[in-house]
């Protein structure tokens, strides 16, 4: 709620100070008294458009300021934390804004600079300005389904919620996977090689020095048959005699002979029997061996062709993992490793692929339960405002809201569809968005409808109305006059009006007048007390303080104002 507006060098304002309070406050006067600044430099602390030629003649800048009291806007308070702002201990905001000739633009809240955007939003949290077309947030499609949501009470609430909370954790879900979905390609062509190299490894089933043990019994097959042949010569030239020549054993039991006759003889030669006994015992073993290694080694050419194949698929291993079979282990102990890693990694994206769907699909459920509770909502709010226009003598108007699929930004946190406030001015015409229709008292009324409907679930504190009453007279202006006075009581309510109707039922009451002063003209602002509003009520009525019938329908005027 705006408590107090602090003006200097604003126009034709030199310097004023207002204070305002709950309930309906209303500015009048005479035509061209003024009036309609007051809405402007509101409009300028909320954020609207800065000018130089706002700034009062002969001085370099002008200031606007407005402090607040938030008691009733938790969502403001709690953006202002977000945004590094606390307010005052005792609940109120300091707004200001000041502008020069040079086109400095300065926006402080609670004396702390702050950008133009975010002081905007704050302000036109506080206060919906109505007769600036642009300052209008309830012509925003935004506010409209806001306001649509909380018209909706309880359980439309109930399904908003779960949608965005469902929307919120999807999106986070599907941030993370955009984030590791290149890395997830990636790793999935990986994943598949080692798999690959995995298997070929594992298929060879290879042993620590089998290389060896292979080489040497291919070898040996190599060899087989000189090995044989080799091993029959020297077997028969050690034992086996022949017709031709005798067995060189057989040869060394002779010799043997000789030498035990000849130790017999002389002890010089008693060593040599057991040399030569011990030479032909080792001859022996050797020519067991040579008999061995004859039968052993045959030709074997499939086992041959089984070491050839098992050798070759070693040195194709050797070629891609390493030099030695200890080499292809180690990197298989590597590849299983990485493996173990990407693996984990994939059943996280996996995981998340599915986590996200689960929430896509929570999303699209509370989307399709918000939609038809904001359908059954709408029907409602359009019967109720065509009581409204009724009322104020707008039964010719048209008003629906429409519903169209979120084409351009898709699914949101709002649901799944667009909301818009639709208005046929006229019998026959078709329906339009409200934001494109005409401003001034047939636009300010919608809105006085729109906002006496919505008064309890509106969380803008402050409702400001620059000539509401434009155009209109009679019981519509009786109606539009309790409207006012209705919504003031669920907040505060700022109007300026020509409407002795309107004015009879403010509770703070301003007359604004031109003051000539030093060659200079000044706007003057004054806090009417009970007498004095009976006689601007009266001047507005078209008497004067000796017009005693009319006095009268002032007096009458203002007792009904106190209903």
């Not at 008999?291 to 050797?318: C, D, G, S, W, Y």
């Amino acid at each position: 709620m705006l408590i107090s507006l602090y003006v200097k060098n604003f126009a034709l304002v030199e310097e004023i100070t207002l204070d305002f309070y709950p309930g309906l406050n209303v500015l009048t006067g005479e035509t061209g008294a003024g009036k309609s600044i007051i809405v402007d430099t509101v409009q300028l602390l909320t954020g609207g458009r800065a000018a130089t030629e706002y700034i009062r003649t002969g001085q370099e800048k002008a200031l606007v300021q407005g402090v607040f009291d938030l008691t009733r806007t938790p969502d403001v308070i709690f953006f202002l934390k977000e945004h590094g702002f606390e307010p005052e201990e005792d609940g109120t905001l300091l707004m200001s804004r000041e502008i020069t000739r040079g086109g400095k633009n300065v926006c402080r809240i609670n004396q702390q600079i702050t950008t133009l955007s975010v002081y905007r939003e704050i302000g036109q949290a506080l206060i919906n300005l109505h007769g600036q077309q642009e300052q209008q947030a309830l012509l925003t499609l935004d506010h409209q389904r806001d306001l649509l949501d909380k018209f909706g009470g309880p359980e439309l609430q109930e399904a908003l919620d779960q949608v965005k909370k469902s929307f919120s954790h999807w999106q986070t879900a599907k941030k993370t996977l955009d984030q590791l979905s290149e890395k997830t390609e990636q790793q999935t062509k990986n994943i598949a090689l080692l798999k690959y190299q995995l298997n070929e490894i594992n298929a060879a089933a290879l042993q620590e020095g089998e290389e060896d043990t292979l080489l040497t019994e291919k070898n040996w097959l190599v060899n087989a048959a000189k090995i044989a042949r080799l091993a029959g010569q020297g077997y028969s030239l050690l034992y086996e005699s022949g017709a031709e020549q005798p067995a060189a054993l057989e040869l060394l039991g002779e010799t043997l002979k000789i030498i035990r006759e000849l130790a017999e003889t002389t002890k010089e030669a008693v060593p040599l029997p057991q040399t030569l006994e011990d030479t032909i015992a080792q001859l022996k073993e050797a020519a067991s061996l040579l008999f061995h290694l004859h039968e052993k080694a045959e030709p074997n050419p499939a086992r041959l062709a089984v070491l050839q194949e098992r050798l070759e698929t070693i040195r194709q291993l050797k070629r891609k993992y390493g030099p030695t079979i200890e080499d292809i282990l180690a990197r298989k102990k590597e590849i299983v490793n990485t493996l173990r890693q990407l693996t984990e990694h994939q059943e996280i994206f996996e995981t998340l692929e599915k986590e996200a769907k689960a929430h896509q699909d929570t999303w699209e459920k509370y989307s399709s339960l918000l939609s038809e509770r904001r359908q059954k909502a709408a029907r409602v709010l359009e019967e109720k405002v065509a009581g409204e226009l009724g009322a104020l003598e707008m039964k010719g108007i048209n008003f629906k809201i429409s519903f169209s699929p979120l084409t351009e930004t898709g699914p949101s946190t709002w649901g799944k569809e667009k909301i818009e406030f639709l208005i046929a001015p006229n019998p026959g015409e078709p329906l339009k968005p409200l934001a494109k229709i005409a401003s001034g008292g047939e636009l300010a009324r919608i809105m006085l409808a729109l906002k006496s409907i919505l008064a309890a679930v509106d969380e803008v504190p402050t409702l400001i109305f620059d000539e509401v009453d434009t155009g209109i007279g009679g019981k519509v202006l009786s109606t539009v006059s309790e409207r006012l006075a209705y919504l003031g009581q669920h907040g505060q309510v700022i109007c300026v009006t020509h409407a002795a109707q309107v004015a009879a039922y403010a509770r703070t009451h301003y007359a604004v007048f031109k003051e000539v002063s030093g060659g200079h003209t000044k706007i003057k602002i004054k806090l009417l007390d009970h007498f004095e509003k009976l006689l601007e009520i009266t001047r507005m009525l078209g008497g004067t303080e000796k017009s005693s019938i009319i006095k009268e329908h002032a007096r009458q005027l203002l007792e009904k104002g106190k209903v």
